[in-house]
């Protein structure tokens, strides 16, 4: 059977009543829908939250942004690992912080990886601060918080976007 269409055109079987019950399709659009059915039950599951990683020298942490995507905060999720010491640098805020969480046994010390592990998720008014607590040195969270194709909350669209001058 040879029937003459354009490369492009999907054609129809329907029913005695007019309703649509095949699809006859060029087979490169059949060939790309089958390699996205591939594509789909080879992807990690997805989640409520598209998840964040950020891996540093041992460390590993996950976690995801909350709230406006100008602003967003960022949870950090539970058994993230946290660095044992923190820079001269690091705000003295983010260190009594940290001081806290260990004192209230939100963080414990697992000496099997040399660092920290969070015990319970924990929302952090930013990106930045949730770096900066994992790292235990200044960072732009923006940056440095991947998800699993690779691109930052940044290239993702999170953050305050900059007004062009006209």
Not at 62 to 85: E, N
Not at 101 to 124: I, P, Q, V, W, Y
Request: hydrophobic share 40%; aromatic share 8%; with cysteine.
């Amino acid at each position: 059977m040879k029937l003459s269409h354009s490369s492009q055109e999907v054609l129809f079987i329907t029913d005695a009543k007019g309703q649509k019950t095949h699809a006859l399709l060029p087979i490169e659009t059949y060939e790309q829908l089958m390699g996205l059915k591939d594509l789909l039950r080879f992807s990690a599951p997805v989640s409520e939250h598209e998840l964040y990683t950020l891996s540093l020298r041992e460390l590993f942490a996950q976690g995801y942004p909350v709230g406006s995507r100008s602003k967003p905060g960022f949870v950090l999720i539970r058994d993230s690992q946290l660095a044992l010491t923190t820079a001269q640098s690091l705000p003295a805020r983010i260190v009594s912080f940290r001081e806290q969480l260990l004192s209230t046994g939100k963080l414990r010390l697992d000496a099997e990886h040399n660092c920290f592990c969070l015990t319970e998720n924990l929302t952090t008014m930013s990106a930045s601060f949730a770096a900066a607590l994992v790292t235990g040195s200044v960072r732009d969270g923006l940056a440095v918080w991947k998800n699993r194709e690779g691109f930052s909350l940044k290239e993702s669209g999170y953050g305050l976007k900059k007004k062009h001058k006209r």
